[in-house]
């Protein structure tokens, strides 16, 4: 797989010489700066433990201790940790190779922790292809080779090796097929690598062999899709996963869209996760109603699938105005509930249903200044919180972006001693320099009050700073931005 | 006889005026220089200075500057600075003075005086007050009754040479060049002017050749090179003088055009090809550079295209953001039309390096963020219940593991009080809630700390099974599942 991204970075790097291409080159570089610290389990000898005042058990240094037969149990403030990860990415396409109908198209990225303390979450492996393919369309084909990600009812797949779409365009008909060496869900390594094992856990000891295939029908009303995706342990020749999957997008009248789907283990035997959701959008309208099954998949390289997880059903619903011209308000609201785990529980309740709320406005008061402001609240069976947000995006000329941020958030705090605030606020600014080169700073207060009365209420505020440099070529194609992934952005 | 030469005369007059004047720097010197007027009684015919224009002979066409100084001698009257033009000026006629001279001598035999005036002096002016001749001359003369710029295309060439072939005409004047009227009539710049512009060979009409050359023309037209009226006109780059832009046609504007200009495209590339290269596609189709095949890639010799600007399609109005989930899984290839996989990774896979992620900021600051502000602090309860797919965008090991383990929060040695102390006697009573989160404990959780009761070999064998297992079917599809708690003996139920 080296070799392969070497050569694809190659042909990158080579981009530029080759003559009548067209090419797209992103390079971006980001840097944060910030604090974390965690929690060291302790116990003490119950004849070691003191009572407060107000009669708790406390360790000799304060900490509230919870005693176990002849020992007492609790929790202290790990070490304060420093961490600055620094993540380059590259992503780039490349078409015009000479041979009509091949492109290139590839995404990378390099973290490091400069810091030079813990490894930071996500920067290991140091470099990591996120995709990086070869392709050759022609006619109604389109064949792929390389690492590439899958998307749709059965989630994100990504896997080494070869994809096959044909397509009947007149029709609205796709099929596609492919096999490859998969690799870990929501990761850019495979399942057996060490990056992918923090804690040790059960894992195949050979990369996983994926192999799939979607049928899809698309047309001015409606989108069919119907996927099939299995991976095999090739170490025992067994299967560790086979689901299949429908999904549908109905498009019935103009403004209306029924969109939902349902996936089906086989190699469980049970049904998945499935959702429905009905959309009505106008310029100035979004109203959204929709239900939902969650169940979690296991692949059977793990024993989880044994212990039966049971799945929840949410219904939800979104409606999103334009007030006044300038002002958009949305509200949202979901409630869910377990199914019967058929679990029993006799000295313990644990709670099977649970909700979360948000309402919010945006407010354009100037062309180049906009408001906006989000709360939420939410409980259910694992935690429960409140908290607001607020911010203000400036922007003076095309060229030059400021934001400012606020929000609060109460929760319990993690051992249900009692509620923490947490309050963040800071900035932002974004500065394009030149066409194609854009620089970004940013600094994140964050305060936080345990409001713990023993010596666990330790201090984790902090100050964090981001760096951002975003760098695009290209040649001619694709110069224009996406629109921003924002509520409040213009069409 | 004065009625036969009117339709002589008049054409001399012009050919001369033309030949001399059309190309401008003789014209400005007869006119500015030389006072024609104020020499009437000097010269009694025009071929005393102008004997070489019937001729043919540009070397005898103007007097020698020595013949002025016969009177502009400093006595007589004041000396002058004339010299003659050096070479002919330039024009894009289609004429010669030779053969209408011939021709109006030979049919008329009238003198020079009445040939030149005709043309060359205005009805009721003196003899001599010369001025350029117009083209209604041309036309009264040719039986075209209508002002210049009212002509029939048809009748362009009877005068004219294309424009490539007046190599000496001046950009100056191709500049003033008037626009027909056929070309202000409604659509023309779109697809009004295809057909009137191919001849009946198969060529290009001769009255777009005589303003036009093919670099005028790829100015707009992407296929050019495809296009046989274009590259049947002549290479000038004079001709972009004058300037054409791209207007999008009305079909452009329908509210579905987004959705349905694949169909038009499969249904009439070629109505396509004549504005867009394959650049125009891909800048919303980054991903699939095989949509824009039936197009032409930008070349020389083509068109620089129209440009085409990402928009957002009706369907991702206010709140898409929240609303795209759906729609993404049940329908990805409608995503994939415009999307790259990994500008869904910008959200959805964490970037380590990342700030403040809940506010997108401003157009094009790159911001982005797909949790609200501070959901660290509160991202349990959305990870218990799943509010979305944790597990698409977090490794459950890499990511939160690793990060769970960072901060302490590991299972470690014997399971005894900690983490679950808010529920009392929660490690005797876990089991409704590990069956409905299961992922959230395997965030802290190896499967070892499970079999330490749940093992059937190894451990108290408390049986973990609950709704839904299908012992058989597990144990047929990989019993090495089974040998986790089982070891060698699986049962079947």
Known sequence: MKRVAAALLLLAAAAGPLAAQGYRVRVESRLQTLAFRGVESDSVALGDVVTDPDGSLVSPDGHAVRCVGAWCYFWRAGPEESAAPWVTSADFSVWGL???GLSVR??????????????????EPPVQLLEGYLEYAR???TARAGRQLVTGRLGYLGFDGGRATLRAASLGLEASGYAGWSLARG?????????????GEFRPDQRLVAAGGTAAWRSRWADLRAEYQREVDPEVDKLTAERVGMGAALRPLARVTLSGGGEYNLAEGTWGSADATLRYATRTMDVTLGGKRYRPFFPLWTIWAAFSPVAYHSGWGSVEVAALRRVRLRVRGEAYAYEDAEAETPLASVEDDGWRFSWGATFLARPDLTLDGDYHAEKGPGAASRGWSASAAWRPNDRLGLTGYASNLLRPLEYRADEAEAWWFGADASWEASAGLLLGVGVTRYDENRDRPDAGAVDWSQTRLTFRVAWTLDSGADRWRLPPASAGGAP | MTARLRPTLPALGAALALALGAGGVLARIVEDRFDHVKHAKVFPTCEGCHAGVAAGDFATSFPAPESCATCHDGAIEDRV?????SRPGGNNLRFAHPEHALEVAGASGADSVLACASCHVREGEAWMAVRRASARRCFACHEIMVAHREAPDSACAQCHVPLAQATALPVDRIREFETPLSHEQPGFGLDGHGKPAQAADGGVAASCATCHAREFCTTCHVNAPETRAIQALGADPRSLVHEASLEAPPGHDR????????????????ACQTCHTRESCLACHVGQPGVARPLFAAGPGRGAGAGTARRRPPSHALDFTRAHAEPARSAPGTCATCHLITTCLDCHRPNPADGQTAVSGPRGSGARGYHPPAFLTRHPAAAYAQETECADCHNPAAFCQTCHAQAGLRASGPLVAGFHDSKEFFLTGHGQAARQSLESCTSCHVEQDCLTCHSAVAGRGFRPHGPGFDAERLRRKNPNMCTACHGTTIPTN
């Open chain 1, 106 to 123: 590839g995404s990378a990225q390099a973290a490091l922790d400069v810091a030079g303390g813990a490894s930071y979450a996500g920067t």
């Open chain 1, 98 to 100: 000479g041979v009509d």
């Open chain 2, 81 to 85: 600075t004339w010299a003659p033009p």
């Open chain 2, 255 to 270: 509210a579905d055009f987004l959705e349905t200009h694949a169909r038009d495209l499969r249904a009439n590339a070629s």
């Open chain 1, 187 to 199: 990761a850019s390594v495979p399942w057996n690598s060490p990056a992918a094992n923090p804690l």
């Open chain 1, 139 to 141: 006619g109604a084909l």
